[in-house]
Structures are given as structure tokens and as C-alpha cells.
T-cell receptor, first 112, second 109 residues
């Protein structure tokens, strides 16, 4: 089944404790992206990747890192999480130059 | 600069027709996507318009006018399961999609 898989789905952590949210897709998509969703603000792009070893900042990259060592994986790293990073995070992937993003189920992160 | 506007909420009854308008200002505009998101769920793709005109997919249709920087999503024969948030998302270079705050559609019996 074609899908984007994120882990963990839910996480409660404390300020400053490094964490990684994994994202994997099995559709051989070149493009992958991370979004965060907060009430009233819609989906805001954090980072994106056009292909392996190619990443770029989105609209709200501060406090986040990403890597794209393999085509299928695009982990989101929070080196030192802070409470303002409490949010619902979505990973998405697509073929290049299409308007169709495939989203993972989301990861709800709470930073205390 | 970039801007995106769509209504925050629309309420309609089952069987009705709802039109969600979207106006945008996007540098390097390629096309306009629409997504549906149910509460607690992930956004799912509905349609993508790269060219002017109307695209129909079952009960849902999407329209784009590039010259007016305007598009709309038309939901026909509304059903209870259509209660969800709907996002327009202009696409720019680098496959970048910008999502606004979305339109919450509430369908009443």
C-alpha cells in the first residue's frame, strides 16, 4: 500500500531533550516536506527536500533540522525542543512538479 | 509578497451546494491545489488546476482563473461526511505549496 509513515504519532517531552520524528515513504517520490499545523494558522512549511541530499528551508525552519540521506526517509530533528514547538506535525511527499502531496497521519508533539 | 485568502467557515444543509473561494498572491505561480482535512485526520488531495477553467471530479469541482489570481472549490450534493476543513494551496517553483488557514465546512441535516 502506498503510504507515508511517521513515528511517533504522539509524544510528550520536556524542554531541551533532543528528539527525532521519522518519516518514510514507499512511493519513490523525489519531493518530501515537513509541515506544522497550529489552530488558526493552517499548515506551515518547515523544511523541504527536492531529492536526496537536497534540502531547503520553508517558512518556519527555526529550531528544526532535517536530513535526506536516502530517497525514502526524511527525518525531522528538534535539537533542543521548546514549548512553542508544541504542534501537530505532518510529513508529505510527492512526485516533482505536481500539486498532489501525500501526507502522513501526523505526529502530535507536546513540549513541557 | 505572498497572500492567501479563503473564508474561515461555511455552514450548509445536506444536499446543498457550497462554493469556497480562494484568492492568492503567489510569486512564480504554477497552479492551485485543494485539500480536505477531517478533524483528527491528515490532509488529503482533492484537485489541482494548472490551467484556467473548471475541473470536475464527481461531486467536487475546482476552478482557476490565473489572470484574476482566483479559484474556487465547488461542493455539490453535500453529504454529512463532507463536514471538514478545506484548504486551497497555491503551488510555486520548487514544488512549494502554501496553505492558508482553511475553510471549515459544517454540513447540517
Amino acid at each position: 500500500e502506498a503510504q507515508v509513515t511517521q513515528n511517533p504519532r504522539y509524544l510528550i517531552t520536556v524542554t531541551g531533550k533532543k528528539l527525532t520524528v521519522t518519516c518514510s515513504q514507499n512511493m519513490n517520490h523525489e519531493y518530501m516536506s515537513w509541515y506544522r499545523q497550529d489552530p488558526g494558522l493552517g499548515l506551515r512549511q518547515i523544511y523541504y527536500s527536492m531529492n536526496v541530499e537536497v534540502t531547503d528551508k520553508g517558512d518556519v525552519p527555526e529550531g528544526y533540522k532535517v536530513s535526506r540521506k536516502e530517497k525514502r526517509n526524511f527525518p525531522l530533528i528538534l535539537e533542543s525542543p521548546s514549548p512553542n514547538q508544541t504542534s501537530l506535525y505532518f510529513c508529505a511527499s510527492s512526485l516533482q512538479n505536481t500539486g498532489e502531496l501525500f501526507f502522513g497521519e501526523g505526529s502530535r508533539l507536546t513540549v513541557l | 509578497g505572498q497572500s492567501l485568502e479563503q473564508p474561515s467557515e461555511v455552514t450548509a444543509v445536506e444536499g446543498a451546494i457550497v462554493q469556497i473561494n480562494c484568492t492568492y498572491q503567489t510569486s512564480g505561480f504554477y497552479g492551485l491545489s485543494w485539500y480536505q482535512q477531517h478533524d483528527g485526520g491528515a490532509p488529503t488531495f482533492l484537485s489541482y488546476n494548472a490551467l484556467d477553467g473548471l475541473e470536475e471530479t464527481g461531486r467536487f469541482s475546482s476552478f482557476l482563473s490565473r489572470s484574476d489570481s482566483y479559484g474556487y472549490l465547488l461542493l455539490q450534493e453535500l453529504q454529512m461526511k463532507d463536514s471538514a476543513s478545506y484548504f486551497c494551496a497555491p503551488k510555486a517553483a520548487g514544488n512549494k505549496l502554501t496553505f492558508g488557514g482553511g475553510t471549515r465546512v459544517l454540513v447540517k441535516p
